[in-house]
């Protein structure tokens, strides 16, 4: 039988092993975007104290997760973020979570969870799925007469058809 506080220590080892494989063996390899890293950790580890701490203490989880949540709608606000960083963000939340409310009789589903969580990231963003779409995000300085001929003039400096 262990003690709780192991059990906190055995909770942290895994959501740290699995915050890292997600931020640094998923997310970091694919996009190259090192800023983003910390708030991945950053916002993991944060809510995995949050759910840790409300877990053990009076104050209700649904405070402490409300609370936390307000916290990281901010922090996604203030930069403009893609579909795939949201994505990352939520998976990083949702690991913190689970492992931080996960009591010692629920260790097989929390890790299998953090294993599905990793394996559906690893899928969904792998370079391979999806290889033959591609999006750009143009930036033109000026503004056009209108907008066939901004197309016109995408067209010509790029070499490709504008579809949208």
Avoid: C
């Avoid at 629920?106 to 969904?124: D, E, G, H, S």
């Amino acid at each position: 039988m262990t003690t709780d506080y192991e059990h906190f220590l055995t909770s942290l080892l895994v959501d740290l092993v699995a915050i890292s494989l997600l931020t640094y063996g998923l997310y970091f390899r694919r996009h190259q975007r090192r800023d983003l890293t910390l708030g991945f950790m950053g916002v993991n580890v944060g809510l995995f104290a949050v759910s840790s701490f409300t877990a053990t203490s009076t104050i209700s989880v649904g405070f402490g997760i409300g609370l936390f949540a307000l916290l990281s709608v901010i922090r996604l606000r203030s930069t403009t973020a893609s579909q795939e960083e949201i994505g990352y963000y939520f998976v990083a939340l949702v690991i913190g979570l689970v492992n931080g409310l996960s009591t010692s009789d629920q260790w097989p589903v929390a890790i299998t969870l953090n294993i599905l969580l990793l394996a559906v990231m690893f899928v969904a963003d792998h370079p391979r799925v999806l290889s033959h779409v591609e999006r750009h995000l143009v930036v033109l300085k000026g503004v056009p007469r209108s907008l066939g001929s901004l197309q016109a003039e995408l067209e010509d400096r790029l070499g490709f058809e504008v579809v949208r």
